[in-house]
């Protein structure tokens, strides 16, 4: 763990977002209450220190590095949400969280633009901090794209909660929230699949038949399934003979995954040249599928 000179946090009024060795896209939702993206090792985790972080709010899938954490005297909580949004009950779990932690709070997702923007937000509208619109402008400021559809709804319809709704919340916040098996996170990435193969039919839209489909949000999505599942908790009834395989598997999925969503948010941008895009998108999303299917062949089939 290094020392280093102290580092100027986010402020409520900046225009933009900043960057700190470890630590990306920092926007403030209130003084001391800070989005961004995960901490990338001992680099990120000091730069948390330097900004005088005492609790980590991870609203990311992927299970927090508690380790690094703890060296620095910092608390980790786990409340993960999903690209699509996130129901009433989290938000006022999320609420009690930063309502009740140690300040200030540092709330990350992955990228730390989308998820710990869209939470960050809804939970400033409830605590009373911001406005719907001036919560909104803040996701804006952390790049929050508009396919995110459940995310951006849930903030516009976040409302001042009181002490008393508040208090019912639960207060034993977890520091990882484990996922149910590797077999049902495997059937909800074959769900997903079959999802982005409806938007690709569409042109990467949602198909009219199915107006409530986020084509961006579930391949946002997929990548964050395949980074929770490379962990040895996940793997440990894979046969140890196949799980480097496996791993190697989760992780160039992961890549593709992102990549996917990468372009989707281009697309969802208004870059001129969507035409290009679209062709790009369907050869990552038949590389996917491709791949798929090797693995299901070798280790479950």
């Known amino acids: 763990m290094v020392t280093a000179e102290p580092l100027a946090p986010p402020t409520i009024d900046a225009k933009a977002p900043i960057d700190a060795p470890g630590l990306h896209n920092l926007v403030a939702f209130h ?31 992927a299970l927090p590095d508690l380790d690094r954490a703890r060296e620095r005297g910092m608390r980790y909580v786990h409340l993960p949400i999903g690209y699509d949004g996130f129901d009433d009950a989290r ?18 997702c992955h990228h730390g633009k989308h998820r710990s923007a869209g939470a960050s937000a809804a939970i400033a509208v409830s605590l009373g901090w911001l406005t719907p619109a001036q919560a909104a402008a803040r996701m804006k400021v952390s790049g929050t794209a508009a396919g995110y559809t459940g995310l951006w709804q ?35 990435i074959d769900e997903v699949h079959d999802r982005l193969k409806l938007a690709q039919k569409s042109g990467w839209r949602a198909p009219p038949d199915h107006p409530d489909l986020a084509p961006l949000a579930d391949a946002g999505r997929l990548a964050d399934l395949y980074r929770l599942l490379d962990d040895d908790a996940q793997l440990k009834d894979v ?41 790009r998108a369907d050869a990552s999303l038949a590389l996917l599928g491709a791949s798929c299917k090797a693995c299901h062949q070798q280790h479950r089939d």
């Open 239 to 279: 046969p140890e003979s196949q799980r480097a395989t496996v791993r190697e598997w989760l992780v160039r999925e992961g890549l593709a995954a992102a990549r996917l969503e990468g372009l989707l948010e281009a697309m969802d941008a208004s870059v001129p040249d969507r035409a290009a895009l679209n062709l």
């Open 31 to 61: 003084a001391d209450v800070w989005s961004g993206s995960v901490p990338e090792g001992d680099a990120g985790f000091d730069s948390l220190k330097s900004l005088g972080v005492r609790t980590i709010l991870s609203v990311d899938g």
């Open 91 to 108: 938000k006022v779990e999320l609420a009690r969280a930063v309502r009740d932690l140690p300040r200030p709070i540092y709330i990350h």
């Open 154 to 188: 849930c903030t516009a319809k976040a409302a001042p909660l009181t002490a008393a709704v508040i208090d019912a919340a639960r207060a034993d916040f977890p520091e990882r929230t484990v996922p149910s098996s590797l077999v049902a996170a495997m059937v909800e």
